[in-house]
């Protein structure tokens, strides 16, 4: 899956409040061991996504380089280096969704939603992304909507849970 | 008088609207001057039937489902609270024969008590594992648990007591257990079932781990896509640091056991349990070459067990009842219970638990009742997405590790995917190399690059490109990545490629079938 090459997101240092949500998240985790997951946790809890302007910071807090938090927040599917959307949607792709009618339930939402995987829509209101199992298999397929997981989503049913969403 | 009235917590409970039904009763029974108390349990696991309310009468608990919110007027109509009839009853929760017919051992307590209440929990048989552990030596608990047989549940079956002997026997100050709670096999839920369910269990079964091997500190490495299991066990363990079975000194013995939930970050290869060490020391999931074991050198390079929830939370009983008592079930080297899980295209999903030796026939058709699309099952993934496609002429093979082997299978974490007679065969096979691509971790070249390779392969196969060279090329491809793999995911994404190949051929190329 490309990745826009540089976004405006990435050159854009932090705000002070950014600044202040990832020194908060240091601050409760620099003494755990091993923190430096809690602390990529804490921030894309605290601001939706891991600004790349917050890697520097983090790195010198942890005592870490640069290329191991930039590597570390690269390596893991969950972690993004750009805001989602105000929803993000996530669909099941692996085969227990796939045998019950999946793939299609994944056509339908890039249709539904007008964007492809790992995309956002131009109003910001969702992001659709893969996801390779929610430990729901059942009620295949599934769906995970922020953190409301849904089971046997027909198409009708995801229209239903979409039109759901706050704009 | 009140009445009880049981709504589910669980994940897939909640996925089918089971907070809107628990809220509507809510509503309904104030509307109607009723004294209800609900308690929000575990699934039993019978998901056709979520969601599943069960009322707790003189005679059992009576069980309703599956119910929408919109069903609970009509519920209250018919006197569901005394057991009274209802398009939705069900009969005694007990009596369904799916239910009865299981071996709950260490699934006795999901769906029964309030997951996260200690003294519903010690009401339920809990903590007595953990009495009898603290009455023991250390060298002892550690043989109980391999008199057992238990092998690890996540999927490699190594036995539990060997690897705890092994950390047991290392003279250093600081050990670790550790929980892989990474349960990312397309087909499984046994794990978040249990830890939505009867979470107290694994807190349990870890605790005795520490106390075995001499380690004070535990960690439950959970998946990201749990966000509920992640509530449930912080839930649970806040719950028994205050009862005292956490902390400083466990149970007034003097010996301490802290424990905590650690996030992952949706990364398949961190249920592999070096690249979970890395992942939980805050690194890249990238796999460790062994040796050395992660039983001599673990976390922040101590040892360390690693176990799946599923060993963890079945060692309660086995402390509690004795190790014949968990021995006696079960066939051959496949000792205990296993709880099996019926996902994809199944008419009655869910997890049954039963001791090893049951065949895949009975648990396809008398438990999961054939597909849901009513079409003939044409093929069944055993064991996640490294497991082996299997056709209808190997249903009767048992559920064991040796039996699945034995024909080049493998029963993984107890994970059963059905598919019916439209699927095609080579799109499995393909999709087996491009989830392999996705979730490499790149370490070595035989799984990072293979897989892609793999899928090119498989693309131009169904398209008719070459094919009998390029089948010729996807067979050697596999049997590199087979042999020349650092670890199980690069190492086994053959598996389901091969089978495929093997026993749905014409899928592969362009016949078609019928």
Not at chain 2, 115 to 140: N, W
Not at chain 2, 313 to 322: D, M, N, T, Y
Request: glycine fraction near 12%.
């Amino acid at each position: 899956m490309s990745q826009p090459s540089i976004s405006p997101s990435e050159r854009a240092p932090l705000t002070p409040a950014q600044r202040d949500a990832v020194q908060r998240v240091l601050d409760a985790h620099r003494s755990r061991p091993g923190p430096l997951l809690e602390v990529l946790h804490g921030v894309q809890t605290a601001l939706g996504f891991i600004p790349p302007a917050a890697v520097p910071l983090i790195a010198e807090d942890l005592n870490l380089s640069r290329a191991e938090v930039h590597g570390v927040v690269t390596f893991y599917h969950y972690f993004r280096g750009q805001p989602a959307g105000r929803h993000m949607v996530r669909v099941c792709r692996a085969e227990s969704c796939q045998a019950a009618g999946g793939d299609a339930l994944v056509e339908h939402a890039k249709r539904r939603l007008g964007i492809d995987l790992h995309q956002t829509t131009a109003d910001g209101r969702f992001s659709l992304d893969p996801v390779y199992c929610l430990g729901n298999c059942a009620c295949s397929p599934a769906i995970m909507i922020g953190e409301e997981l849904h089971g046997r989503v027909s198409a009708e049913r995801f229209d239903t849970l979409i039109a759901e969403c706050e704009p | 008088m009140s009445t009880t009235v049981y709504v589910p917590r669980d994940a897939g409970a909640l996925s089918l609207g089971a907070e809107e039904v628990a809220r509507a009763i809510s509503t309904e029974a104030r509307k109607r001057r009723q004294d209800v108390r609900i308690v929000r349990n575990g699934s039993r696991g019978m998901y056709w039937l979520e969601p599943l309310v069960e009322v707790a009468t003189p005679n059992g608990r009576q069980a309703y489902g599956p119910v929408h919110a919109s069903d609970v007027p009509s519920l209250f109509e018919s006197g569901f609270l005394s057991g009274g009839k209802h398009a939705l009853h069900q009969g005694l929760t007990e009596a369904i024969p799916y239910f009865a017919g299981q071996q709950r051992v260490t699934f006795a307590r999901v769906g029964i008590s309030d997951p996260v209440s200690v003294a519903d929990y010690e009401a339920h048989d809990g903590f007595k594992g953990l009495r009898q552990a603290l009455t023991m030596a250390p060298a002892d608990i550690v043989k109980a648990v391999t008199e057992s047989g238990l092998r690890g549940r996540g999927g490699a079956a190594f036995p539990t007591g060997i690897k705890w002997q092994t950390v047991h026997d290392q003279k250093t100050p600081r050990k670790y257990v550790t929980c892989n709670a990474d349960e990312g096999d397309s087909g499984t839920f046994a794990d978040r079932m249990l830890m939505e369910g009867d979470p107290l269990t694994l807190i349990e079964g870890m605790t005795i781990a520490g106390i075995a091997v001499g380690a004070a500190q535990g960690y439950i490495y959970l998946r990201v896509e749990y966000p509920h299991s992640y509530r449930t066990l912080n839930e649970a363990i806040a719950n028994a640091y205050q009862a005292g079975y956490l902390g400083d000194d466990v149970l007034g013995s003097g010996k301490r056991f802290d424990l905590e939930v650690r996030l992952g970050a949706g990364a398949y290869i961190c249920g592999e349990e070096t690249s979970m060490l890395e992942s939980l020391e805050g690194k890249r999931g990238e796999i460790r070459v062994r040796p050395p074991l992660p039983a001599i050198k673990g976390l922040f390079g101590q040892p360390t067990i690693v176990n799946n929830v599923i060993s963890l939370a079945s060692v309660p009983v086995i402390l509690q009842r004795g190790a014949a008592f968990y021995r006696d079930f079960g066939v051959g080297k496949s000792r205990g219970t296993l709880p099996i899980q019926l996902a994809g295209n199944i008419k009655r999903g869910g997890l049954i638990e039963r001791a090893f030796g049951i065949s895949l026939r009975e648990l396809l058709y008398d438990y999961g009742g054939g597909t849901i699309s009513g079409r003939p099952i044409r093929a069944i993934q055993v064991g996640g997405p490294l497991g082996a496609y299997m056709p209808a002429s190997q249903f009767d093979t048992a559920v064991d590790y040796e039996a699945l082997s034995g024909i080049g299978a493998l029963l993984g974490h107890g994970g059963i995917v059905v598919f019916d007679d439209t699927v095609d065969m080579a799109r499995m096979a393909r999709y087996a190399m491009e989830f392999c691509a996705i979730e490499s971790c790149g370490k070595c070249t035989p799984c990072r690059v293979g897989s892609t390779r793999g899928t090119e392969l498989i693309d131009r196969i169904m398209k008719g490109v070459d094919r009998e060279q390029n089948l010729h090329l996807l067979e050697e491809l596999c049997e590199t990545m087979l042999q020349g793999s650092l670890c199980g995911l690069g190492g086994m994404t053959p598996f389901p490629v091969q089978s495929a190949l093997k026993h749905f051929r014409e899928d592969f190329e362009g016949r078609t079938r019928h």
